[in-house]
């Protein structure tokens, strides 16, 4: 579910490939370039359809859960909570009469905690900034919690794995973050914030976490899937200097960034649901730290590639597809 994604078209074509019996559920209007030279079997419906999702499911052993609404500078965050939520809600009541192995549910690195001393954080360090997270972060986290909650009461076999931000060609959307390395790709970026940073694992690798967790993974656990922590600059001159390209050059300091955003609160007070978050974006931007991915090298024998090498292969996608 959620294969015309870019995480789940990377899933769907790894399965492919190793010669598995593959069932994608799509909504008729989702472009499908990332999986149409894939054979895949294609059934139609939407996670709102119960009719559609329980004939999606049935006969099949796993079902990998890659439905999101990523969009966190939503000024309005009813699409956030009506997909992220209230339709992961739904599926999990046909799942808890599929009879599945595994439910492999894509979450985020976002639901996990934040530290002050930016040592590295785990699955099981204490959420600590709900209040700065903002509202995708909230749908996201109220999500791997129904996920969880299922699969602790034993009525899903579920999973949880927290993806950071994935990297590498057939991102056609493309994501959020794939769009600010496609600009730096092309040339098209001057200004970058200043000190961001962020977890960053290659696509492939991450596609390939999520389906050994489908074998290995402990039900009820969640797993972190990042390959390292990098700062932003890092990111977009890797990209800048695979295409030939000048990478941007003037860093804009955070600060400036708190103090626009903090400009605008007043604005979105008076017009809610219609002005850009701008101060939980400047937070996403700033509250990064290392995460360790210690328990999926042990549990799932998960080893990651460098994932600059991910940056290189997405900034050569992204110029020979134009996008």
């Known amino acids: 579910m959620g294969a015309s994604g870019f995480v789940g078209s990377h899933v769907t074509r790894q399965l492919v490939e190793r010669g598995d019996d593959v069932r994608v559920l799509l909504r008729t209007t989702s472009s499908t370039r990332g999986i149409d030279d894939l054979d895949v079997e294609r059934r139609y419906g939407d996670v709102f359809d119960d009719e559609a999702v329980e004939s999606a499911m049935s006969d099949r052993d796993v079902v990998f859960y890659c439905v999101v609404d990523a969009r966190?500078?939503?000024p309005d965050p009813a699409p956030l909570v009506r997909t992220n939520v209230e339709g992961l809600r739904r599926v999990l009541d046909v799942a808890m009469r599929a009879?599945?192995?595994k439910f492999v549910f894509l979450s985020t690195i976002g639901t996990l905690a934040v530290s002050s001393d930016g040592s590295p954080v785990t699955e099981d360090t204490p959420f600590n900034w709900s209040g700065q997270c903002g509202d995708?972060?909230?749908t996201r986290r109220t999500a791997e919690r129904l996920v969880l909650e299922a699969a602790q009461s034993g009525r899903v076999p579920a999973v949880a794995m927290c993806v950071s931000n994935t990297y590498g060609?057939?991102?056609?959307?493309?994501?959020p973050h794939g769009a600010v390395v496609a600009r730096a790709a092309h040339g098209r970026m001057r200004f970058y914030a200043a000190g961001a940073s962020a977890e960053v694992v290659g696509i492939e690798d991450a596609a390939r976490a999520l389906i050994l967790a489908a074998e290995r993974g402990r039900v009820g656990q969640r797993y972190i899937v990042s390959e390292r922590h990098l700062p932003l600059r890092t990111i977009l001159e890797t990209a800048a200097a695979e295409t030939g390209?000048?990478?941007?050059r003037f860093g804009v300091p955070m600060t400036a960034?708190?103090?626009?955003?903090?400009?605008?609160e007043p604005v979105r007070a008076v017009l809610p649901g219609r002005i850009?978050?701008?101060?939980?974006?400047?937070?996403?931007?700033?509250?990064?730290?290392?995460?360790?991915h210690g328990k999926a090298t042990r549990e799932l024998g998960w080893h990651p590639e460098p994932t600059v090498?991910?940056?290189?292969?997405a900034a050569r996608f992204y110029v020979e597809q134009s996008i």
């Open 72 to 74: 966190a500078t939503l």
């Open 309 to 313: 090498e991910a940056i290189r292969r």
């Open 99 to 101: 009879e599945l192995e």
């Open 136 to 138: 995708y972060i909230q």
């Open 276 to 292: 850009t978050p701008f101060l939980t974006i400047a937070r996403l931007l700033d509250f990064t730290c290392p995460a360790d």
């Open 245 to 248: 390209m000048r990478p941007p």
């Open 257 to 264: 960034l708190y103090a626009g955003a903090y400009a605008a």
């Open 169 to 175: 060609p057939g991102d056609w959307q493309p994501t």
